[in-house]
């Protein structure tokens, strides 16, 4: 026999009333046992409530921003079931917000930045389990989302609405072929190794990085003779107070004048495309090589560090990022990025901008070449650069002033520690 019975808002830990964010169920529907029915927000999270009751949906009694308190009742349910003790407890609803991964490794280039949890850790970010998910599911970052709910809230409206957008904005029927599945041992025996954790999100969002921003990249040298003697002079003074002295350090206190001198670089897009955010300080993210895979450390308020704080900072985050020691906010921030290969070698490489930067240094080995001077050729240690840049929103003239300014503090760059 079917009985139509009350849902009620279970003992959600809290007496306080707390809003209806969502309502994910309409009269009419069918549910089973634990679907979410409605999604509830306190000031410290969010929640589903789960039926706990298979049956239609006779009418619905809340609305989205009332607020309600355990015992309000949720909706009529039309159920064949026997209804002697109500399954949702507190426990069960704390379980499914202990869902919702709380933590998550930025490291911007991309790198070690899932951005399927990303969003869970935005300290200002409202959204309910449900567009979370559903965020998740389509491995969309949260924070590019524009909220147009109350209280600036996302609502599945917004993520349906910012699909869409990029849909049209970019998809244009175009699709990418799959990759074939081979097994390769019939070529010749094999062995599979897991990828680590770092590699597969940073390879998630390297992949995202590459495929959505216009990169271009723009080569260029910059002669470091007079800096190379100046760092070898000074290399066993400092390396005695425990200080490894690289020329990556000039090099970033050169990119912090460049990006002062042309702040366009130290910018990220607005996630609808149409503004620039210009930022008004210089956090450095510096790739570094660890066991694991890439991860990208911020050094913060480059421009404000003197050479030796720089290499002292630079040679505790590289040890950390190796041992894996980072904390979260260590790799959150970067305005600009760098990738060194200066210490392993190679003459020029392409680098991936680490979104949402839109541009990213490059840095290879230096060596010496012929430079013609004054009527003859001198041997002068040059050093290669690779700009790659977003080109969405910098030129490419923009692209060459910057690496000829760059080239132009590097070659300049105060030679004092
Ligand atoms: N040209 C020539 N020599 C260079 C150089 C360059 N551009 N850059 C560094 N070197 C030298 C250093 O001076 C040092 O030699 P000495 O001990 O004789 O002085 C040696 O190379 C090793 O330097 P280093 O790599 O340990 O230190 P660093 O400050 O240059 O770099 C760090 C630090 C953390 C950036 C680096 O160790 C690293 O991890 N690089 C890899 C980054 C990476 O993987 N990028 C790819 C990202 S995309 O996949």
Sequence with gaps: ?????EIK?????QS??????EVLVKAGDTIAVDDPIVTLESDKAS???PSPYAGVVESVSVKVDDKVTEGSVILLLKTEASVEKPAVTAEKIKEKVADIPTAFQDTNLGVGADPRVRPEIADNLHAGPAVRRLARELDLDLRQIPATGPKGRISKEDVKNYVQARMQGGGGGFAFPAVPQIDFSQFGTITIEPLSKIKKLSGANLHRNWVSIPHVT???EADITNLEAFRK????EVEKQGIKLTPLVFIMKAVAAALKKMPQFNASLSADGASIILKQYIHLGVAVDTPNGLVVPVVRDVDKKSVLELAAELASISERARNKALKTPELQGSSFSISSL????GTAFTPIINAPDVAILGVSKSSYKPVYDKGSFVPRLMLPLSLSYDHRVIDGADGARFCKQLVEYIEGVPLSL
């Design 16 to 21: 306080e009333a707390v809003d209806v964010i």
């Design 233 to 236: 002079e000074h290399k066993a």
């Design 9 to 13: 808002v279970p003992d959600i830990g």
């Design 1 to 5: 026999m079917s009985n139509v019975i």
């Design 47 to 49: 929640m589903d409530v």
């Design 342 to 345: 200066g210490g392993i070698g």
């Design 218 to 220: 723009q080569f260029d």
